[in-house]
């Protein structure tokens, strides 16, 4: 259930350049937020209290706001394989945060894995075009690192016993809303018109990728391992490439398809332990005689 909020959000990119109207990325990132919050908060009626008014703004900023106004300055400066692979390096600084933030083990499986990932995605979005660009590497890098640090510190802090799965996405939906309605008016001036086209693109991210996603992700990242929620990350950009090859025509070459296994294989690794050395005992001369 969790890795369907990943599964989802991979559709993003077919949705924005096929149904949306183009150039106005915050917006569609105000839409997936806002209104959800907006509507949970109504039908819930519960709001944060305590220290959970700064912590549930934290989370809000760095799961919703800050990385998707991140994401979009990486997505409008460098090329969709690019972005996609920086996006992918957020299981890696899940492994490492979880030492510093939550003081869990140092793992050198989930880290392997982390970076295998990462070359699997590569693999299947990065073309031979790819130019770099300083502000959006940068942009890209912030994202996996804004998602990376929201992600541990809701496992750390967890979520209060009043507040069930849909509440606390509501309390992060609305945050991260309110953090990006200033910035999509200052850069985005006025809403673009909107169509029926449009509406059921705005809808599909508002309600599946949206109150949905975010719902079954904050739900699992409070019942699995951290770093094993961290890896379903990769799902994004593996799905985003299937609807590319299956709705707009994008082929995928051998390359492609040795990346979608790597990735995959990286997937699912990601939940399994790691494997423990097992002691070969002595057989005493009793045992080996007979």
């Keep these: 259930m969790t890795a369907f909020a990943p599964a989802v959000w991979g ?6 350049t096929e149904l949306l109207p183009p ?7 105000l839409l997936r937020a806002l209104p959800a919050g907006l509507i949970v908060l109504a039908i819930t009626r519960l709001l944060p209290y305590d220290r959970w008014w700064w912590k549930a703004a934290v989370l809000g900023v760095l799961n919703i706001g800050l990385l998707n106004a991140l994401l979009f300055i990486a997505a409008e400066r460098l090329p969709g394989g690019v972005a996609a692979t920086l996006a992918a390096a ?12 939550l003081h869990e083990r140092a793992s050198a499986w989930r880290l392997a894995w982390g970076a295998i990932g990462v070359v699997g995605v590569g693999l ?3 073309g031979p075009a790819a130019a770099l660009d300083f502000v ?6 912030g994202s996996a690192a804004s998602m990376a640090l929201g992600l541990t510190l809701t496992k750390r802090w967890g979520r209060p016993a009043e507040a ?4 606390f996405a509501g309390w992060q939906l609305a945050a991260g809303g309110i953090f990006l309605l200033p910035l999509t008016v200052v850069f985005e001036g006025p809403p673009p018109a909107i169509d029926w086209v449009a509406a059921l693109g705005y809808l599909w991210l508002g309600l599946a990728g949206g109150l949905i996603a975010y719902v079954l992700w904050f739900r699992g990242i409070t ?3 951290v770093t094993s929620v961290a890896v379903l990350v990769l799902l994004s950009p593996l799905v985003a490439a299937v609807l590319g090859a299956v709705l707009l025509g994008q082929t995928l070459g051998p390359i492609q398809l040795v990346g979608f296994v790597v990735s995959l294989a990286a997937i699912v690794a990601g939940q399994l332990p790691a494997p423990t050395r097992t002691s070969v005992s002595t057989p005493t001369p009793e045992k080996a005689h007979r």
């Design 164 to 167: 069930g799965p849909v509440t």
């Design 23 to 29: 150039g106005h990325p915050l917006f569609a990132g």
């Design 136 to 141: 959006g590497v940068a942009a890209g890098l």
């Design 223 to 225: 019942t699995l391992p």
């Design 90 to 101: 957020q299981p890696l600084i899940v492994a490492l945060l979880a030492v510093a933030v």
């Design 124 to 126: 299947v979005v990065i």
């Design 11 to 16: 559709t993003t990119y077919v949705v924005t």
